[in-house]
């Protein structure tokens, strides 16, 4: 893990990270080439409308945080946001970095998953 700018806190019983504005924090994966994965990023509603901007490998992401199903939230309001990546390249490692923001929204968890990898949500 790397960061500048970035801080951890406490937020509903689970620890989560976020960089300010200029800032960044990464971290680095260990994964095989040629792979589909899904990055699981756990988040929550109190963020609603705030940003994620995000680069996987060579691959950059940004949304905004909407609000999911009923269905999707646990009991505190946390609920996962899923981003398909095909891994192309030919290294051994994934690096995931958070780019910070006036308005970034706080990562709670970020989860790997190999394997047919489902669509954007």
Known sequence: MKSSKSEIGAF??????VAAKDGWYSYSFNSEPGQQLTVELT???????????????????EFQVV???????????????KL???????????????FGSE???????IV?????AIGND
């Open 12 to 17: 509903r019983g689970k620890r989560y990270r």
């Open 43 to 61: 988040l929550n509603l109190a963020d609603i409308g705030k940003k994620v901007s995000v680069q996987i490998g060579d691959q950059n992401e």
């Open 67 to 81: 609000a999911p199903a009923k269905d999707q939230l646990d009991k505190s309001e946390f609920f996962i946001k």
């Open 84 to 98: 398909k990546i095909n891994k192309s390249d030919d290294k051994q490692n994934l690096a995931i970095k958070f």
């Open 103 to 109: 308005d970034m929204a706080r990562i709670f968890g």
């Open 112 to 116: 790997i998953r190999k394997g047919e």
